[in-house]
């Protein structure tokens, strides 16, 4: 597999810092170990170099969903893969469905969607807020998942486009406020997942939710420890990521037609 | 979204006891709260409901990824979803890639590889034991996978057929050594995890991915913790799972060209 | 040191069930491992055997704190040595303190109290089921720490006969109802301590907190996982307790007297 | 409770900021709320203020336990109050026992343990490195706990001049080195616990504890995560320590007299 021009790649510094660029004839890039020239990775295999002036190695790599989460332009707390890749799995996103996001933030969970619904389905990802939306845009796009995600400026209480939709995602200071429109747009079956950091929030979120008459119900938050290995003296890390948020999820039920 | 004759579907009792089974005209299913006749799905919407001979109403749903991973017919610890889903977004297994996985068990984390892959991608699986290649078979075969995944009765030391795969899974009791077979058949750039219950398993395995020359070689642990949410009274759970596996990443760097 | 007749010795079977029992000459105890006679301990030295009449080896050992935590009679959950431990040092209880602890339950923060506040001080602890309280006292008399508290049958809301304490302990169902109270017994400088399983408690626990003027408001839960070490094969355990509670502490600050 | 010249005091400002100070006479402190003359605390009840020469109160508090652990002179990491806890009840460390323990390091457990076995008991302290051992006595002697204290600059595994000890606790790069000392020091029915960051030195002092006969041999690590209470907001935190060090425990057996 080799390096186009105008690919995206992850550059590793000898020591391990990466950088997530475009690659473009005569682009130089500036780092602690000397100055890159971008140009040079065209026609790389990948998991080949290139060199700085100072003649150390950079690595370059073709970015993987994770990366491009970690390194997309922010402007608002992302979603983590580790609590992404748990709500493709509990919702079963999959290839060809079709997907409501409430609160496109800077677009992490976006582009997790969007790869996995991917090659025939699409995203429809809702926000109120338009530089929120329009930097989320951007960064789908620089990621080229633009054309399974559709953008729309807007409030998630008015009610959503879209009918018969597969799964939802709430992410909105007031999640509550978008399960109605939620179980509106699902198909029945359908599955609907919330992130909120407060306990406030989830407990209002559940609420709503059973009174939508959704089921199968549950809250959990995902906690990952890094561990520092070496010959002899492997243990964890000092330090961790002690919160993100809580994840809610649950299942639209059709309404119970009167047993005759 | 209508039920079909031969389905895979989830049936939810009033108290939220699961059970993952196939709709058949005609075949019955014994449970807590009465007999029901699953062929009485077939042409319901999916979130409908059947009733039991005791008239309880049994939702119809379609089951999740993460339903089907854990509910499959089980002769191993299985891979969980908590897991599961952040090897593959930090591998970024996505559709059409080529994933080798080492270590078939039961076929849990196979599905999800062979979820991610799919429609064009392919996932090859190795166990050396044939009752669980077959299990896995079973399992990956009634979740409507086959398509997607080759398996294969072998050793993993005795390397692969594939070349050039985008990423290598393995789930040995001696990891490392699955290594230098992962090494010779992953293109440039491609991404390996592994999963051990020990610390012992990691140390050994990380040492062998450095003499392999991998980069960007972390490990990490994933805990799960469920919620309890009640009007006033919300809290954690008493009990949670303590430990499932460490998981282990890197990334295949191409032997560096000698500067001149 | 000998093992004398009446004390509260524990056994520990080959196998390392363990049993917290009083020693009496010609008291017999029935295991799975055959018929032990108590009496037989006397006069040995701790960390000495007697024998089962199968010839079995249960070791007689002086109970620690935690062993009489975990093994008093419960009528309610207890208090669990991870928490107990840390409440004892960021209250700072020590030789000569007089705390008041406001719910007694099964006696096993009592028990914590007491044995740090002996030689000199004393734990005065509230409980307005007698059931309980009663329950507590045995407890307390059978782990030899009567001397250092006072049990009475009483509601926290209803104030302490105490003033001037140094440290008071809330464990009640609305521990916010214990605050005013508590705030009116502690000495300036007095620490506070409330355990909740709900975050919904702990948030109305901290507003009375801020409310009465205390300082240093901190809300932390401890987590505790086993490690099963075996040579080559060393690994967290599966399960774990996954929530006790909340702990909050607080520190009483005197009323401000006005700048002049 | 009056504040004397020379007490050592937690000072804290409004912002909640801490120092621990002893006030002299005529003593100033800087802060970035001004300046605060020490000597104003002198006579004041804890729990009062003093004001800075901006006319910002501090309140002057007595420090508790784990004030002293954390802000004691650091030259090793120390252990943490979460950890101490846990080990003063678990080893049943309490008045009038004799505890040896080998690695003063600054003398923060040297500290928990003191205050545990005062007024009648001793903690026998080893540490081979001179600087160490003379910056951890000074720590004690602040605190006020040299009484209940010897400090001897020497390795543990030459043995230690004690017989008879209740407890031993090793800290060491090489707890392993100091179990066959411990053992030979320890009563029977004696508690040990050693405290390692890396599960290498876990799995080798296991070992050989194990080899030296001890029982009830348990490993654990504690975690604490805090939560940030606030109405309507209330959530863990960001960020957390996610390993300090691995707890083993172990209790001393006499060695079997032979069955006739």
Known sequence: MKVKEGASVL???PDEKTYLVKVHSGKGMG????????????????????????????LVLDPTLEDRMMKLKRRTQIIYPKDAGLILLKCGVTNGMRVVECGSGSGALTMALANAVAPTGKVYTYDRREEFSENARQN?????????????????????????????????????????????????GGRIASLSPTYNQVERCVERLEQEGFVLIETIEVLVRTIRVARGKTRPVDRMVGHTGFLTFGTKALPESPLD
Chains 1, 2, 3, 4 share one sequence.
């Not at 008015?158 to 799964?167: L, N």
């Open 11 to 13: 550059i590793v510094s």
């Open 31 to 58: 780092t602690h170990l000397g100055e890159v020239n971008l140009g040079d990775a065209i026609g790389l295999e990948y998991g080949e170099r290139i060199y700085s002036n100072l003649r150390h190695p950079f």
């Open 140 to 188: 789908l796009e620089n990621a080229g998942y633009s054309g399974y995600v559709e953008f729309k400026h807007r409030e998630a209480q008015a009610g959503f486009d879209e009918e018969d939709v597969d799964v939802v995602i709430i992410d909105l200071p007031s999640p509550w406020d978008g399960v109605p429109a939620a179980a509106h747009a699902l198909r029945g």
